[in-house]
C-alpha cells in the first residue's frame, strides 16, 4: 500500500544526484512511507529531466513499488539571466503532445532571490511575470521561492493576478509572511527548515498554518532535516520533517500526513 506522505517539492534530477539514479532514491521513499512526490525543475534542462523522470515512474521504469511521480518544468531566479522561452517553449511541446498524460502539473520553481542575486533583480522580476503569465495560460500551479524579496514577490503577483493554485515552497518567513501568503490565496509549504535550531519564526508559522493549506517538503538534495543536517537530503527524510511539524500541531504524524498530502493534491490538481 502506498505511503500517506507527499513529498510537494524534491530534485531527483541527475545534476542534483550525484550519481545515484532515482529508483534507489524513490525505493528508499516509498519504504519510508512517501506514497506521491513532484520533481522539480529550475531551467529548461532540468525541466526535461524532471519530465522524463516523472514519465519513467508512470510506465514503471522504475520498478513496481515507487511513489507517485509527476514534474514541474520552470526557470530559477538564479537562472533568470537565460531568459523563459526555452522553459515556454518545453511546457507547450509537451502538453501539446502528450495532453492525457498528466506528468506536467506545475510551472516553476520561479520567485525571486536577492540574497544571491545570481541574476539581476529586474531580470528576475521579469522572468517570474513570464512564467506566472504561463501558469495562467495553461491552469497549471504554480510553485514559488522566494528570500529576502517579499515586497517585490507580492507586487509581481499582485501585478500579474496569483494563479488560483500557488504554493510558496521552502517557506523561510514568519507569521508575518506567512498571513501575506494567506491572504493572497496561496499554499506554504514548509521544509526541513523546521527541524534547524534557529528557526524559531518558521515553526511558529507552521503551528498557524491551516491544514488546508499546509504541505511538506524535501527540498532534498539540499535542507536535510535534523538528525541528517549537513548530508544530501531525499525524499525518504520527508517523515522526519512531518513529524516535527505535527509535534507543533499537538497532531498525530499520520493525521498530518494525510492532511498535507490533501492539500498537495488539490495544489497539483492530482
Do not use: K
Not at 510551472?107 to 545570481?118: A, K, M, Q, R
Amino acid at each position: 500500500m502506498a505511503g500517506d506522505w507527499f513529498d510537494s517539492h524534491c530534485h531527483l534530477q541527475d545534476r542534483y544526484a550525484a550519481g545515484q539514479g532515482p529508483e534507489e532514491t524513490c525505493r528508499r521513499a516509498a519504504e519510508a512511507g512517501v506514497g506521491r512526490l513532484v520533481c522539480v525543475g529550475t531551467d529548461a534542462g532540468t525541466s526535461r529531466e524532471a519530465l522524463g523522470v516523472a514519465l519513467a515512474g508512470a510506465e514503471g521504469r522504475l520498478g513496481a513499488s515507487v511513489p507517485g511521480i509527476w514534474a514541474t518544468a520552470g526557470l530559477h531566479p538564479h537562472d533568470a539571466w537565460q531568459g523563459t522561452a526555452e522553459v515556454v517553449a518545453l511546457v507547450e511541446g509537451h502538453l501539446a503532445h502528450q495532453p492525457a498524460r498528466r506528468t506536467l502539473v506545475a510551472v516553476g520553481e520561479t520567485g525571486l532571490d536577492y540574497h544571491y542575486d545570481h541574476s539581476p533583480r529586474d531580470v528576475q522580476r521579469r522572468a517570474f511575470a513570464e512564467q506566472i503569465a504561463l501558469a495562467h495560460r495553461f491552469d497549471l500551479a504554480l510553485v514559488v521561492h522566494a528570500r529576502q524579496a517579499w515586497d517585490d514577490l507580492f507586487d509581481v503577483l499582485a501585478a500579474e493576478g496569483v494563479p488560483e493554485r500557488t504554493v510558496l515552497h521552502c517557506f523561510t518567513g514568519g507569521p508575518a509572511e506567512l498571513r501575506r501568503c494567506l491572504d493572497a490565496g496561496m499554499f506554504v509549504s514548509f521544509s526541513g527548515i523546521v527541524t534547524f535550531q534557529n528557526a524559531a519564526e518558521v515553526r511558529e508559522a507552521a503551528a498557524r498554518c491551516p491544514l488546508d493549506r499546509l504541505l511538506v517538503e524535501t527540498d532534498s538534495p539540499f535542507l536535510a532535516p535534523v538528525p541528517h543536517r549537513g548530508r544530501a537530503n531525499e525524499p525518504a527524510y520527508l517523515p522526519l520533517v512531518g513529524s516535527v511539524i505535527a509535534e507543533l500541531r499537538g497532531m498525530e504524524a499520520g493525521e498530518l500526513a494525510r492532511r498535507s498530502a490533501a492539500a498537495a493534491a488539490a495544489l497539483y490538481a492530482l
